[in-house]
């Protein structure tokens, strides 16, 4: 069965512009993470859903940053606009309802915003 | 709130040697998970191991152990004979009744041959 997988896996844009990740989660499963990870932050939670519902976003930085889930194999997290501070890996999870305290995680997307 | 400590910042060994990698977490849930995770220098997030507040049993796969004492409110994971594979970033973390999960800061291993 494939993994979480997440596009694009690099990602290079300047200050100013629009940024979309994208992440497939497993097939199945209901819960899906949006993470940062950065050097002086660590990792940390952004934003997850069940069922497609925003639960928690009280991780998103701020009002440049949305995601969405449209449907249960897809999501979206985008930054408008873009911030050289906005440079980091951004990591999709999912997990499993019945199993819901282990999350899978993405390749992840390494970000750089000059 | 919850917090995880990996103290140790950065660990290196030669090939063979075993390793113990600390974690240490604190939490008022009476009901948690914890978990460890390899990110190696390729980037993904691996999962290797989940437990729940109350299995305390030791956990043993192949090179790799577990010891979980919740008297001390530590997670510890031990490489037994290490290999240059495991050269990794290893994640503690924890999740409680939030199911918002706190990760340790990573503890950087470095297996040379």
Redesign the interface.
Same mark, same amino acid.
């Given at each position: 069965d494939a993994g979480v997988i997440q596009s694009p896996r690099h990602e290079v844009t300047e200050m100013g512009q629009e940024v979309t990740l994208r992440c497939k989660p497993i097939s199945g499963h209901d819960y899906l993470f949006w993470y940062r990870q950065t050097m002086m932050r660590g990792l940390e939670l952004l934003i997850y859903f069940n069922n497609n519902v925003p639960i928690d976003d009280s991780g998103m930085p701020e009002d440049r940053f949305s995601a969405k889930m449209p449907n249960a194999s897809f999501s979206t997290l985008k930054i408008q606009p873009s911030e050289p501070r906005d440079s980091a890996v951004y990591f999709c999870a999912s997990s499993l309802g019945t199993d819901q305290e282990t999350q899978y995680f993405g390749p992840g997307t390494r970000l750089l915003v000059l | 709130a919850q917090k995880v400590t990996q103290a140790q910042t950065e660990i290196s060994v030669v090939e063979k040697e075993d390793v113990t990698l600390d974690c240490v977490y604190e939490t008022r849930d009476t009901t948690y998970?914890l978990?460890w /995770?390899k990110q190696p220098p390729?980037?993904? @997030?691996? *999962?290797l191991i989940?437990r729940?507040s109350f299995d305390e049993q030791n956990e043993i796969s192949g090179r790799y152990s577990w010891n979980f004492q919740k008297s001390t409110s530590s997670f510890n994971f031990t490489i037994t004979a290490s290999q240059v594979v495991d050269s990794a970033v290893y994640?503690c973390a924890l @999740?409680g009744g939030s /199911?918002?999960?706190t *990760?340790?800061?990573?503890t950087s291993l470095i297996v040379h041959p």
């Amino acid at each position: 069965d494939a993994g979480v997988i997440q596009s694009p896996r690099h990602e290079v844009t300047e200050m100013g512009q629009e940024v979309t990740l994208r992440c497939k989660p497993i097939s199945g499963h209901d819960y899906l993470f949006w993470y940062r990870q950065t050097m002086m932050r660590g990792l940390e939670l952004l934003i997850y859903f069940n069922n497609n519902v925003p639960i928690d976003d009280s991780g998103m930085p701020e009002d440049r940053f949305s995601a969405k889930m449209p449907n249960a194999s897809f999501s979206t997290l985008k930054i408008q606009p873009s911030e050289p501070r906005d440079s980091a890996v951004y990591f999709c999870a999912s997990s499993l309802g019945t199993d819901q305290e282990t999350q899978y995680f993405g390749p992840g997307t390494r970000l750089l915003v000059l | 709130a919850q917090k995880v400590t990996q103290a140790q910042t950065e660990i290196s060994v030669v090939e063979k040697e075993d390793v113990t990698l600390d974690c240490v977490y604190e939490t008022r849930d009476t009901t948690y998970y914890l978990f460890w /995770y390899k990110q190696p220098p390729s980037g993904e @997030l691996v *999962f290797l191991i989940r437990r729940n507040s109350f299995d305390e049993q030791n956990e043993i796969s192949g090179r790799y152990s577990w010891n979980f004492q919740k008297s001390t409110s530590s997670f510890n994971f031990t490489i037994t004979a290490s290999q240059v594979v495991d050269s990794a970033v290893y994640f503690c973390a924890l @999740l409680g009744g939030s /199911y918002i999960p706190t *990760f340790g800061r990573g503890t950087s291993l470095i297996v040379h041959p």
